[in-house]
């Protein structure tokens, strides 16, 4: 039977609009260096290295091949995931549990500051029927958002106060690039971008990197006093025409939460999680997320917000980092919620600590409208 595999040392890189002081490699190894410094492991002790990288933003094909000097794969092993970054630490367990690898380092970075984000995003639409509109993120969020809303009946005051709490809860957040203390009537107040979503619902243009290492639990527990496991973790795709997809649900989400669900034990999401780092580019996405994710039924995400069981103290502490809101650069967002989540495992998350935390949900997502979706569920017992 294969060995549980760990987390066992995580990074991430103060997210910052515009780091035109480094470049890609030098911002990648400055969250390497710190998870090799913690470990007291070097380069060359690493079996293999997964990489998230995307052409498009890195500004070159085979964006992975710029840094491989800075995780060690010259003349070694090395996948790059052109996803979410969460896709890279699932990537590494398949490693590990597969016994082909033991020490994988991790490592997602993006410079969203040195693209033009519109004319990037626009060439992931299908290029015969769908780029010819000018359709990017924003303006296809815009149409899931609407969706959702009418549908449902989630209302922009809902949608407000999770940008609210999210902004605020990034105060306690070191790594935060814009903590906030805004109300509802500055969210409503804000420039609008594409209507409903205004310019305090979405996440900004970020830069910045995040690492980690995993190892089998022999291993794992040399390295570190203080492993974090993952516990289960799947991820699911939908289909790549929108027009195929009803957007006010996430069918994909529903299916990758039941199966890492099931891998972990999980049979009540809301009473046997202890906190939960959603990734959400923009506001309205909160609540859909944590209906695709159980929490609630379809439909009652707004309800679940208004409840505050969502925010510290409440019965599901969601984001206690601030989450993707406050800037996360895309392809680094979903692995930044495992980091976060290892530190609220570990007692290492400072003033943003969910007391007592033994379970973390983390979720990373890549795409038009929440395209493919991938969910990890960790432990530390």
């Known amino acids: ?9 995580v990074a991430q890189t103060k997210y910052h609009p515009n780091r035109a002081d480094v470049n890609e490699e030098e911002l990648a190894y400055e969250a390497i260096k710190q998870v090799l410094q913690e470990t007291g492991l070097t380069l060359s002790d690493m079996d293999s290295a997964v990489t998230c990288s995307q052409d498009f933003w890195d500004g070159r094909t085979i964006s992975s091949m710029n840094i491989q000097h800075v995780v060690g794969a010259h003349l070694g092993h090395e996948d790059n995931i052109s996803e979410d970054g969460i896709n890279a630490v699932y990537a590494a367990m398949g490693q590990i549990l597969s016994g082909h690898q033991d020490i994988v380092l991790v490592e997602a970075h993006t410079k969203e500051s040195q693209g033009d984000k519109s004319l990037i995003e626009n060439a992931a639409f299908d290029a015969i029927l769908m780029r010819q509109l000018g359709l990017d993120f924003t303006s296809a969020a815009a149409l899931q958002a609407r969706r959702y809303m009418y549908k449902y009946g989630i209302t922009a005051e809902q949608c407000a106060t999770v940008a609210v709490r999210n902004r605020g809860n990034a105060k306690n957040n070191p790594f935060a690039q814009e903590p906030m203390d805004i109300s509802v009537d500055d969210v409503l107040g804000s420039k609008m971008l594409v209507s409903p979503i205004r310019l305090l619902d979405a996440k900004p243009i970020s830069d910045g990197a995040c690492a980690m290492i995993l190892a089998p639990e022999g291993k794992a527990k040399k390295l570190t006093k203080s492993p974090v496991w993952i516990l289960g973790a799947s991820n699911c795709y939908e289909t790549h025409y929108l027009g195929d997809r009803d957007l006010a649900d996430c069918d994909a989400l529903v299916k990758a939460a039941q199966k890492a669900y099931s891998m972990a034990g999980i049979t009540n999401p809301l009473r046997q999680i202890d906190v ?106």
Not at 1 to 9: G, P, Q
Not at 284 to 298: A, V
Not at 328 to 351: F, H, K, S
């Open 1 to 9: 039977m294969a060995e549980r595999v760990a987390i066992v040392s």
């Open 276 to 381: 939960a780092e959603i990734s959400t580019e923009y506001s309205y996405q909160e609540p859909l997320w944590l209906e695709g994710l159980g929490f609630c039924d379809q439909g009652e995400g707004g309800k679940l917000v208004d409840s505050r069981a969502t925010n510290m103290g409440g019965k599901l502490p969601v984001n206690p980092s601030g989450g993707v809101l406050p800037g996360n650069p895309n392809g680094v967002a979903g692995m930044a919620r495992v980091a976060e989540a290892v530190l609220q495992l570990r007692g290492e998350a400072g003033d943003r600590q969910v007391k007592g935390a033994k379970v973390a949900l983390a979720h990373g997502y890549t795409g038009i409208c929440g395209q493919h979706q991938a969910v990890m569920i960790l432990g530390n017992m």
